[in-house]
Every structure is written in structure tokens, then in C-alpha cells.
């Protein structure tokens, strides 16, 4: 009986089933109810006494063994398997590309405006969106009744009525000002926000960019030849640009800039509602008291200021009739605009 413990032991421990059909087998032939294991116990039976506790331990280990072995292979197989049927996955199969995206036209335009400012020396100054009366109209002299303090244009915060969300890039000015010394030559693009109902022509929040530079010595023939230079470089060597006389609280002279129609190249079309001329922005030297309101010795300094929509600048450029494309996220839409 020894021996064929030991022949079943070595056996067993021979064994490498690659399948389930070879550990059926395995089974059937050592563990099933009528496997050579049953039959040893049967065998045991019959085992003189004094034999009995060595041959039981022994059978008992082979028992043991056998088990393991079945259970280790059982495991063995399957995992096999599974990653067998895995592997069935066609590879070759050509895989899905992930789209690349394109940059939104108001950052293309942004950055191109930027750009060209640079190389005059303009460098960037930031503000918050959200902004206190001082910085967004008391500093740039907005009397106190001035409709833009309206509740029809402004979103002011409910709690603090000192409080809004900045109607234009102008706060920014005010606080460069207050911040740094002249010679200032800054560009601050950013967001803006007014309580209007969004069509094609309007919106709750759209983007601007503002201009300043205070320097001594500084006269409009510097204003104009600086946007001249941006105008050109922006929509073209053969822009023209001129000037009408214009009102803003915080400039005096203050003036609306005009680039010749680049449909019609200034002859008249629907674009320019036949007149030859489009607006870009708004501009003017610094009011002095603005300067005084912000800590600038008016007497020594000149500055000139301008500010234009982003999304107005983009409209002219690409011929874009709807303000609401630019925040609608309609990816046929955005995946047009490439570069400036
Ligand atoms: N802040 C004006 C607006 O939002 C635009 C503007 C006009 C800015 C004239 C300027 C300026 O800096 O000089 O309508």
C-alpha cells in the first residue's frame, strides 16, 4: 500500500494538465468517488491494526495533495483561458483618432492683437472680473447719476451695491495707474460683463482689450499712429483708419476709430452700411483728472487710452454675423478658425 501512495505521490506531483478536458481527467482518475484515492481508502480497510494511524496520515497527505494540486490547476487554467479570449480581440483593426481640437477664434484673435501690441512695447496687466465702483467708474470720473451705473446695464451684487461685475477693461487702467509709475504702456485683455439680452448683436458677457500708455510728452499724433500701425498689421497693409469725434467720461479729446471697409475696400457695401468705414473701438487721451484720481501728476503726464470688443474685432475679420456663436461651443462652428 506504501508503494502506491508513494507511485500516486509522484504521479500527482508529475502531472501538467494544459487543459480543462486533461484536469477532468486528472480528477476523475484520483479524486472522483471511484478514483485510485477512494480505492486506497477502501484498501485501508482491510490494513492491520497497527498499520492503520501510519498508512491514514499517509493517505490523508496524498488526499490533501491531490486536492491542492486540482485546485491550483484549476486556477491556472482558467485565468489561461481568459486572457486566451482576450487575445481573440482583432489588433489589426484600425483604431479610432482622437479629433484635435482648435483654438477658439476669440483666443486667436486675442493673442494676435497681442502680438502686435508687444512689439511696441505694450505689456500685459490683468484685473478682476468682479470690481468696486472706485476702479470700474468713480476713478474714471463717471458722475454719480451716469446711466452705465443703471441697473439695466450693470450686474450688481446683490448684497453690496459697491459691488459689480466690471462692465469694461477701463477698471484696469485705473489700477495699473495706481500701481506703477510713468512710463505705462499696458494691454489688458479680459471679460467683460452687461445686463443686456443676448442676440445677435449683444451678449450678458463678452471680451475686450484695452490699451494705455502714459508717458510725458504724450499727444493724439502718437494715439493715431499707434492704432494705424495695429490697424495695418491687423486687417492689412491698405487699411486706412479715421477718427470722429466721440464721448467718454475718462478721455478728452475722446474719439470712435473707424478702419476702411475690408468688403468693399471703402467703396460702400451692406457691411459698412454703405458708408466705407467700420467701427473698431473707442479711444482718447487720458482725461487729467482721471490721472489725478489715480495718483498721476497730471501736470507732468500724458497718456492715451483705447478699448475694443474682441468678439466685434473677430466679427470684422472672419464676416461673423451672430455675437452668440462665440459661446454656443458648436464645434462645426469653432473648428473653422486655424490661425489670424
Ligand atoms: N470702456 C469703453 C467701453 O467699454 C471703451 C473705451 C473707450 C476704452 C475709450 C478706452 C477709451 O480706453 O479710451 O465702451
Redesign the pocket.
Known amino acids: 500500500m506504501q508503494d502506491k501512495i508513494n507511485q500516486y505521490l509522484a504521479e500527482i506531483e508529475a502531472i501538467d494538465p494544459q487543459n480543462k478536458v486533461e484536469l477532468e481527467d486528472f480528477r476523475l482518475k484520483y479524486l472522483s468517488k471511484k478514483g485510485l484515492i477512494s480505492v486506497l481508502f477502501e484498501d485501508f480497510k482491510i490494513v492491520p491494526n497497527e498499520q492503520k494511524k501510519a498508512i491514514g496520515a499517509e493517505i490523508n497527505k496524498l488526499k490533501q495533495f491531490a486536492d491542492s494540486k486540482f485546485l491550483e490547476f484549476q486556477d491556472l487554467i482558467s485565468t489561461k483561458e481568459e486572457s486566451d479570449n482576450e487575445s481573440t480581440i482583432d489588433l489589426s483593426l484600425p483604431p479610432i483618432a482622437h479629433e484635435t481640437g482648435t483654438r477658439h477664434p476669440l483666443w486667436l484673435v486675442k493673442n494676435r492683437i497681442i502680438e502686435i501690441f508687444e512689439r511696441m512695447g505694450f505689456s500685459i496687466a490683468e484685473g478682476p472680473e468682479i470690481e468696486d465702483d472706485w476702479h470700474n467708474f468713480s476713478a474714471l470720473n463717471f458722475a454719480e447719476n451716469h446711466p452705465a451705473r443703471d441697473m439695466q446695464d450693470t450686474f450688481f451684487v446683490n448684497l453690496n451695491p459697491d459691488i459689480a461685475l466690471r462692465?469694461?477693461?477701463?477698471s484696469v487702467?485705473v489700477r495699473t495707474m495706481e500701481t506703477q509709475k510713468p512710463p505705462i504702456r499696458v494691454l489688458s485683455p479680459g471679460r467683460?460683463f452687461r445686463n443686456e439680452a443676448i442676440t445677435a448683436r449683444a451678449h450678458c458677457f463678452f471680451h475686450?482689450i484695452?490699451?494705455?500708455y502714459i508717458n510725458e510728452n504724450v499727444s493724439v499724433k502718437d494715439l493715431k499712429q499707434t492704432l494705424l500701425y495695429f490697424a495695418q498689421e491687423f486687417f492689412g497693409k491698405k487699411t486706412q483708419i479715421r477718427m470722429r469725434p466721440s464721448y467718454?467720461p475718462?478721455?478728452e479729446p475722446?474719439v470712435e476709430v473707424d478702419i476702411s471697409c475690408q468688403i468693399c475696400g471703402g467703396k460702400g457695401c451692406n457691411v459698412c452700411k454703405h458708408s466705407g468705414w467700420v467701427e473698431i473701438?473707442?479711444?482718447?487721451m487720458v482725461d487729467p483728472q482721471v490721472l489725478e484720481n489715480c495718483g498721476i501728476d497730471s501736470k507732468k503726464y500724458a497718456g492715451f487710452?483705447?478699448?475694443m470688443g474682441i468678439e466685434r474685432i473677430t466679427m470684422l475679420k472672419y464676416q461673423i454675423k451672430d455675437l452668440r456663436l462665440f459661446s454656443e461651443n458648436d464645434v462645426r462652428f469653432l473648428r473653422q478658425f486655424h490661425h489670424v
Do not use: D, K, N, P
Not at 462692465?167 to 477701463?170: G, K, N, V
Not at 473701438?281 to 482718447?284: I, K, L
Open positions: 462692465t469694461h477693461t477701463s487702467q467683460v475686450q484695452e490699451g494705455l467718454f475718462f478721455t475722446s473701438m473707442g479711444a482718447g487710452a483705447f478699448g
